[in-house]
């Protein structure tokens, strides 16, 4: 693992319990060579920020759905990535979304 991926990673202690939180951001063609530093930092505190929110849920005691739902709602929020506000329009210039938690 980078030390840049790393980095995204909240850190655990014992009081922490047993569980991961998985976020993804999405797939497609932005490349490095296409990105500058700081489209890539935005990018990334979004995903900490998604990381943390979830975490949060978690260690007061929140269930696995809940803090799911509030990591997933940040990411929905930002229109960098492609979900929610952010979404992609089809060629009539809607959204058209699909969601699962799996």
């Known amino acids: ?13 014992a009081e922490d319990g047993k569980y991961v ?5 999405g797939a497609g063609t932005m490349s490095r060579e296409r ?6 930092a935005l990018y ?3 995903l900490k920020e998604a990381l943390r929110t979830g ?4 260690k007061e005691g929140g269930e696995a ?3 799911t739902v509030a990591a997933v709602t940040v990411l929905e929020n ?3 990535f492609n979900a929610g506000k952010g979404a992609v329009f ?3 210039g809607k959204n058209e979304l699909e969601a699962s938690i799996a």
Do not use: F, W, Y
């Open 21 to 25: 939180l998985v976020i993804h951001g």
């Open 78 to 80: 930002c229109p960098l």
């Open 1 to 13: 693992m980078s030390s840049e991926k790393a980095a995204l990673l909240p850190k655990r202690s």
């Open 44 to 46: 990334h505190a979004t």
């Open 65 to 67: 759905l809940d803090a």
């Open 35 to 40: 990105s500058t530093p700081e489209q890539r």
């Open 55 to 58: 975490h949060a849920v978690l």
């Open 90 to 92: 089809n060629t009539a």
